[in-house]
């Protein structure tokens, strides 16, 4: 049989997706099932004096009206799983508002409906009487004495503050010869996942049974919290997530609204769907980035950095979601990147403002720490006057360094920087294109190139530096015809974790591909699980199920060796079948194994019946993915317009299991990178309005804004699992943003400007070159 | 997201929706491709208590050659006048302009009749319209008949010469003359696809010189509007780029600039000026070719 692991084999799920054949949430139907419609706040900051339901109460086809005051102590706070320091303020998160609503979009009321009509019509008979607060919506006003607090019972906007450091900072400063200083933007952002968050529950009364079926990317999470929300014992709550249609961190989440829905179901004792509209995902949904900050690098003037330093102000938003207050402190431990950085500082404060939640968004955090460094990079070399590669190159952590810890205790597990960054230049013509930026410019054409050379953390990870458990699960199981079934708790949401564990599988046991079915995403059917987020299915749930399945080969063998009455070293493992390495003429089929293991009249005597095996994997650390990216651009200086010209990726993602999913991965990766880079930008007025509440004023790359990628790769086996695999989910999303603004800045150094904030829209670069040409 | 209840009529022929237009009066909704009248209703910001639906009106859309004139039905789907051969040789203007509207799906829907009623100041067909001096003719539930001029049809933002009960039947265009060069450019709002500034331009020439010129402007001001500074200074003069780059600075004089969150006025009154100089250059270009 030909090797699967390594082969760009065609996704397995992509036949039922592409052909309408897939099965969201929304489609599934119960009978008797009613609709909820979410009453949310218009404004951003209000007291709540009343609610008057009693017009809506009478509406056609009402099953039910509720709101903060009605389900008050029935349903418990929602709670979020990232603790960074002891000391960090919480504010009680109910699933409706009670007293006061924080931020547009907060849930005031529920309406049940015979249908979604109705739900929706007898929201706009509500009356709600509030009293409008002046909203916070700045990060870095709400900090200011002066400032309205939002939460009064904390008494601050400051939700905390943390410090991560390493080696001796002020000492690095004090010696260096040259400091490189820089304000930097990492916008908000709105993840849009294709599919919006939807929630539908039905409550067995008879066994006291609550089934959710909701679009998240943590099944088994979401039914541990909302159990407890409902005061439900654990193993009385089952959680499906059939096919989600995205998620980019938004669905890494327990949201208020699967506790309520659930809530309903159980007190109205009929099935509840509320589907989230799009408008309502903008509004209600978590949002990316936001942090405003400053950073400062020491070097020496022959470019070796001594130090770095960044003090930033982190937007919580209203509230805490899942990891709210753990994304930017995934920043401050991937400062240092890919170079030798001997002393490092990140001090944050994170704050409260009238705005929706943020939490992890493709990348989360380590996005912004990448951005920071490879923008100081390129500010470093223009200072120095020499060329960007070269100062990389120079600084990098050399391959024989690994495993490798940072200053402030970060340990990579391996790369190869220089090589990466070596092919990228080769790959993009660099020599050729700095002869044609020269050219061009006396052309008065503005050309540019942008390097970006970033590590990440990924392969989430060992339990101890994780909020909720870091192991993932993984059953596998032969049926008595043979065919194998997967059982994982890493539930995929389009990656193409079906293809890939069908691989390790397929190829572990010598299995046809077509007989593996992998399961995921329904707590009653799967043992418990973490889910993937951070770059984590393949690293961490493709080792559990790797496990597994040598397991479950291990037992095949010993029986393979009984039926063949030879040793158990005598036999191997070939083609679907097991051989005596002596005598190949004496053989079993996979087939016949299996149906020894569940007919077992002739069968080892101590041998357990049956062919499962289940495998709980835990990391011993993190991944680290890695790679260089370049970008060439050229800039329309009369319009703003950016063209770009050549985009090359070559990215580590240690082994790899299918090149076709890595291929796109980053790609997709690069292009919502693309989108942070050049388009996106999540704003509220001074009001805490969303103006930004509709696909028609938040642009998301569309097929004809992406760039062109060329997508080439190194390869370091990850020591940290037997598979050699780091991550690929998040790296083009981590990696591509710096290399876009880096050849922008880099087309337009000749008209004197330094740096744009994100997103350079036409209008954006526009305005910058003219206020550079202002005397 | 779901709409306000309504009431829901579909008639099949032009009188039939006329005499249910004058029933309905400022209550109903003239329903046509629906690209931007089915979103705001789904986003309850048109609430109609009638909705009157064009599209099983078949004799609606058309686009045919009378002569020196292309007419065309105001029904006709934007994909339609995209790819139509009649247009494309003979008012090549409009199948270009109507390529960048939206997307396919977009395209495939909405309608001429409709876009030019809605009067988005946003839309991409009032530049070329404009550009073109196309007559839009109206009937009303009497029966009777009237042809307004593109220049008098756009009135301000969302707002027509069209009386509550006229609907619009056909959009009618003069065929380009010999030596006739066009260029309809623009610049997208990221998110929308409508145009922050998009610029339709006809040029006609005559020898060494600009006989006859046409410049449509949408998206920068409250409707879209003709650059008359720029034409009245480039007729009889020879189109040399640095005339057209100097005439094209008046491309937004007079006009006070839209502004919101993804451009602000001055942007848009440079793009204006901008997009100008490059659409005529382009477009004398083809004329000289031509």
């Known amino acids: 049989m030909p090797r699967l692991v390594g082969q760009s084999f065609k996704r397995v799920e992509d036949p039922r997706l592409i052909t309408g054949e897939g099965r969201y949430v929304d489609d599934v139907q119960l009978p008797r099932m009613c609709y909820a419609a979410i009453l949310r706040s218009p404004y951003a900051h209000a007291r709540i004096r009343n609610i008057d339901t009693s017009k809506a109460e009478k509406a056609e086809g009402i099953v039910a009206v509720l709101t903060g005051k009605d389900i008050l102590g029935k349903i418990r706070p929602l709670p979020c799983a990232a603790h960074p320091v002891p000391e960090m303020k919480t504010p009680t998160h109910y699933a409706l508002a009670v007293n006061k609503v924080y931020f547009v979009g907060h849930p005031v009321a529920v309406v049940v409906a015979e249908d979604r009509y109705l739900a929706r019509d007898a929201l706009d008979l509500i009356e709600v009487d509030y009293e409008e607060l002046p909203p916070v919506t700045d990060p870095q006003k709400a900090l200011q004495p002066d400032a309205p607090i939002i939460h009064e019972d904390l008494g601050t906007n400051l939700a905390f503050e943390w410090k991560i450091e390493g080696g001796d900072v002020d000492a690095a400063f004090a010696q260096a010869e040259v400091v490189v200083r820089q304000e930097f933007v990492n916008q908000r952002l709105i993840p849009v996942p294709m599919e919006p968050r939807c929630v539908l529950a039905e409550w067995d009364a008879g066994n006291r049974l609550l089934t959710i079926w909701t679009s998240t990317q943590i099944p088994h999470l979401v039914r541990s919290l909302v159990a407890g929300m409902l005061h439900l014992p654990e193993n009385h709550v089952r959680v499906i997530a059939p096919d989600v249609g995205g998620g980019f961190g938004q669905k890494l989440q327990v949201y208020v609204e699967e506790a309520l829905i659930g809530y309903l179901a159980m007190t109205l004792d009929r099935p509840v769907k509320w589907t989230e509209t799009r408008r309502e995902n903008f509004m209600a949904s978590i949002h990316g980035r936001d942090q405003v900050g400053v950073m400062e690098l020491a070097l020496k003037r022959d470019g070796t950095i001594l130090g770095l330093r960044y003090e930033v102000i982190a937007d919580m938003g209203a509230y805490y979601q899942l990891l709210t207050p753990a994304i930017p402190t995934l920043t401050g431990l991937m400062l240092c990147g890919a170079y030798k950085i001997p002393a490092v500082r990140m001090s944050k404060k994170a704050v409260f403002t009238n705005k929706m939640s943020t939490d992890a968004y493709r990348g989360a955090g380590r996005p912004e720490a990448t951005f920071l460094l490879e923008r100081m990079m390129d500010l470093a070399a223009k200072e120095l006057g020499v060329d960007p590669a070269e100062i990389r190159r120079k600084n990098f952590i050399p391959p024989d360094a690994f495993p490798y810890t940072t200053p402030h205790g970060i340990t990579y597990d391996s790369g190869n920087y220089e090589e990466a960054l070596n092919r990228a230049l080769e790959l993009v013509e660099y020599e050729k294109w700095r002869k044609e930026q020269q050219e061009a410019r006396k052309q008065g054409r503005y050309i540019g190139i942008g390097i970006s050379s970033y590590v990440e953390i990924c392969g989430m990870g060992p339990s101890k530096a994780m909020p909720a458990g870091g192991w993932e699960s993984a059953t596998v199981r032969v049926e008595p015809s043979g065919k194998v079934v997967v059982l994982t708790g890493a539930h995929p949401h389009g990656q193409g974790e079906e293809t890939s564990f069908t691989q390790i599988v397929a190829e572990e046991l010598g299995v046809a591909p077509e007989d593996v079915m992998v399961i995921h995403g329904d707590t009653e059917k799967v043992q418990y699980g973490i889910g993937i987020f951070g770059s984590r299915g393949l690293a961490v749930g493709g080792t559990a199920v790797y496990i597994a399945a040598q397991r479950v080969k291990e037992k095949a063998r010993k029986i393979a060796a009984f039926l063949l009455n030879v040793s158990e070293g005598e036999v191997e493992s070939k083609d679907g079948t097991f051989v005596s390495r002596h005598d190949p003429s004496k053989f079993v089929t996979w087939q016949q194994i299996a149906a020894a293991a569940y007919d077992p009249k002739n069968y080892p005597p101590d041998m357990e019946p049956g062919l499962v095996a289940t495998a709980f994997y835990e990391p011993s650390n993190f991944t680290f993915p890695s790679g260089t990216h370049i970008c060439v651009c050229e800039v329309d200086i009369e319009t703003g317009e950016v063209k770009i010209l050549r985009y090359v990726a070559v990215d580590d993602c240690g082994k790899v299991v299918n090149p076709l999913l890595v291929e796109g991965q980053i790609i997709g990766g690069i292009v919502q990178a693309f989108g942070q880079a050049m388009m996106e930008r999540c704003v509220y007025d001074e009001n805490g309005q969303l103006l930004t509440g509709e696909l028609t004023d938040y642009p998301i790359p569309k097929a004809h804004n992406a760039p062109k990628i060329l997508v080439d790769r190194v390869e370091t086996p990850s020591p940290v699992n037997p598979l050699g695999a780091k991550g690929v989910g998040e790296a083009g999303t981590i990696g591509a943003t710096p290399a876009f603004i880096n050849a922008v800045c880099d087309a337009l150094e000749p008209l004197g400007i330094r740096h744009i904030d994100m997103p350079l829209t036409p209008a954006r670069v526009w305005k910058a070159i003219q206020k550079a040409r202002q005397p | ?290």
């Open chain 2, 1 to 290: 997201m779901f709409p306000a209840p309504f009431e829901y009529h579909a008639p099949t022929t032009l009188q039939e929706a006329l005499r249910l237009l004058a029933q309905h009066g400022d209550n109903a909704k003239v329903l046509a491709g629906g690209q931007s009248l089915v979103p705001m209703m789904k986003m309850r910001l048109a609430t109609p208590a009638v909705v009157i639906d064009l599209n099983r009106i078949a004799d609606l859309s058309y686009i045919r050659e009378e002569g020196e004139v292309i007419a065309i039905g105001a029904m006709t789907r934007h994909y339609e006048v995209e790819t139509s051969e009649l247009l494309k040789r003979r008012c090549p203007l409009l199948s270009e302009c109507a390529a960048h509207i939206g997307d396919v799906q977009v395209r495939n829907r909405g309608t001429i009749g409709g876009s030019l009623a809605h009067a988005d100041p946003a839309a991409d067909y009032p530049a070329a319209i404009l550009a073109c001096d196309a007559e839009i003719k109206v009937i009303n539930p009497n029966g009777i008949e009237r042809v307004i001029k593109a220049t008098d049809f756009f009135v301000d933002l969302f707002t027509t010469a069209l009386q509550p009960n006229e609907l619009i039947t056909e959009v009618r265009i003069p065929a380009f003359a010999p030596k006739t060069g066009s260029a309809y450019l623009k610049m997208e709002q990221l998110a929308s696809g409508f145009a922050l500034c998009g610029v339709a331009v006809k040029v006609t020439m005559d020898g060494g010189a600009i006989q006859d010129v046409r410049v449509g402007i949408t998206g920068v001001a409250p409707k879209a509007y003709r650059a008359f500074a720029v034409e009245d200074a480039l007729k009889g003069k020879s189109p040399d780029p640095s005339t057209v780059e100097q005439v094209a600075q008046h491309a937004a004089d007079g006009v006070t600039p839209l502004e919101d969150i993804h451009a602000d006025a001055e942007y848009r009154a440079h793009l204006a000026r901008v997009l100008t100089k490059r659409a005529l250059l382009k477009a004398i270009e083809r004329a000289q070719a031509s």
